[in-house]
């Protein structure tokens, strides 16, 4: 079946044969959408032959994103730490110069405080755009670990990897964060939506639908 993804650049989009996200560059529409992992297991007398591999492929991923896990719940709280120091320090600032700790009775310390105040309000944009980045690269690593490890619907006490989630170190991090991950994601799809800049991997479900309706 040909796809629908576009040609000639490099797209992440999932493997049709293990379902990893990986890259592609396609030459055309009837380029298959299988990944190098899995070339050779086209065919059904491969089957037995593709099962292993894939789950040497997949416990690898796992295993890679556990390894972040723990990095990401830190550096999502230290993000968000930053930008509530960035607030306060900006908003000092601003008082310091409301109070009129710059005399601008003279043309001189009207210009002055106005060259502060812009170059104020380039390092605030500046500060804020690099904490986004940072918030954005956390979070993103949250929402992959999540789709490993979240409750079982079908298995009430079960994480999705299989173990009870009292012995699931995964879900017991991302359950302090959860919802500040949730609520990140909720809002950059309103982000996606209204054709804004967002933080959403190229992965998610509505980024990927995005690129192939383009």
Do not use: Y
């Given at each position: 079946m040909p796809h629908q993804h576009p040609l000639h650049a490099d797209v992440d989009v999932p493997c049709l044969c293990c379902g990893s996200v990986q890259r592609f560059r396609f030459a055309s529409a009837s380029d298959q959408v299988v990944c190098s992992h899995c070339r050779s297991h086209l065919g059904p007398e491969r089957a037995e032959q593709r099962d292993r591999e894939h789950i040497v492929l997949w416990r690898g991923i796992l295993e890679a994103h556990d390894r972040d896990a723990r990095g990401a719940a830190e550096a999502?709280?230290?993000?968000?730490?930053?930008?509530?120091?960035?607030?306060?320090?900006?908003?000092?600032?601003?008082?310091?110069?409301?109070?009129?700790a710059i005399d601008t009775a003279s043309e001189v310390g009207a210009a002055l405080q106005?060259?502060?105040r812009d170059d104020r309000v380039r390092r605030a944009e500046r500060a804020t755009q690099l904490t986004a980045k940072r918030v954005d690269t956390a979070m993103v690593a949250l929402w992959r670990l999540q789709a490993?490890?979240?409750?079982?619907?079908?298995?009430?006490?079960?994480?999705?990897?299989?173990?009870?989630?009292?012995?699931?170190?995964?879900?017991?991090?991302?359950?302090?964060?959860?919802?500040?991950?949730?609520?990140?994601?909720?809002?950059?799809?309103?982000?996606?939506?209204?054709?804004?800049?967002?933080?959403?991997?190229?992965?998610?479900?509505?980024?990927?639908?995005?690129?192939?309706?383009?």
């Open positions: 999502a709280v230290a993000a968000a730490s930053d930008s509530a120091e960035l607030v306060a320090r900006l908003t000092a600032e601003r008082d310091q110069l409301r109070a009129g106005d060259q502060l490993f490890h979240h409750p079982d619907p079908k298995k009430p006490g079960t994480c999705t990897c299989g173990r009870p989630l009292p012995a699931c170190g995964e879900s017991r991090i991302l359950e302090g964060v959860r919802q500040e991950m949730l609520d990140w994601e909720r809002r950059n799809l309103e982000l996606l939506r209204a054709g804004k800049r967002h933080g959403l991997p190229p992965e998610h479900p509505d980024v990927a639908g995005a690129a192939g309706r383009r």
